[in-house]
């Protein structure tokens, strides 16, 4: 069984730009999470999308935002990128609800 | 509000010591607790859980038992190994819908 697969692995962008980010949950999953990892805050939860629709939100600004689609794909996009935006962005998915989760390896973006 | 404290590590060990690493939390409610590994390059990968009080999580060798009257979930394993090395994250959820709320994390080394 395929695990959650996340794409691009790695990514460099500079300030200003936007960027999307793609998660593929395990076949049958239907709840997708996502998750910012940084060395100062550590591992803080961004949105899980159900069904298509945000279930959940954490306490980010509004430049980050998803999506989630039929198939249960997952994008993740940032607008108007910061220095502080560098980051692993891990994505979660689960059968229904949000436990437990399992972890694609995550995007690496760093910017310049 | 809802937090997972977790020990600062990094914490080394030589090979075949016993390994504890202490996790208390504060919670509303009953939460669900995790421990997450997390080796170099990767995502998160789920440990043990335990859902309700006096539960005992158990998987390769590690133990966690979830403590109410403590609020604790400390992870213990007997005889670590070269392997173990890693970022081992404690986290709690709370109702069917609650995203995990993580430790900042305690980096393990063994050593030889």
């Known amino acids: 069984k395929a695990g959650v697969t996340q794409t691009p692995r790695y990514l460099i962008k500079t300030r200003g730009q936007q960027v999307t980010l793609s998660c593929s949950p395990i076949?049958?999953?239907?709840?997708v999470s996502w998750y910012q990892q940084t060395p100062g805050q550590g591992l803080q939860f961004l949105f899980e999308?159900?069904?298509?629709?945000?279930?959940n939100k954490g306490n980010f600004p509004g430049r980050f935002s998803g999506r989630q689609f039929s198939n249960s794909r997952s994008e993740m996009n940032v607008s108007t990128l910061e220095l502080g935006d560098s980051a692993l962005y891990l994505c979660?998915?689960?059968?229904?609800?949000?436990?437990?989760?399992?972890f694609g390896d995550g995007t690496r973006l760093s910017i310049l | 509000g809802n937090s997972v404290t977790q020990m600062e590590g990094p914490v080394t060990l030589s090979e075949e010591a016993f390994l504890t690493i202490n996790c208390t939390y504060t919670a509303t409610g009953y939460p669900s607790l995790f421990w997450y590994v997390q080796y170099p390059g990767e995502g998160l990968q789920l440990l043990l859980k335990?859902?309700?009080?006096?539960d005992k999580g158990s998987n390769k060798g590690f133990e966690a038992t979830y403590r109410k009257e403590t609020t604790s979930f400390h992870l213990e394993k007997g005889s670590v190994q070269v392997s173990d090395s890693a970022v081992y994250f404690c986290?709690?959820?709370?109702?069917?819908?609650?995203?995990?709320?993580f430790g900042k994390g305690t980096k393990l080394s063994v050593k030889p």
């Open positions: 999308y159900f069904s298509e629709t945000q279930r």
């Open positions: 979660a998915s689960s059968f229904r609800g949000p436990q437990p989760q399992h």
């Open positions: 335990a859902t309700k009080a006096d």
């Open positions: 076949s049958g999953h239907r709840s």
């Open positions: 986290a709690l959820s709370r109702g069917s819908q609650g995203n995990l709320i």
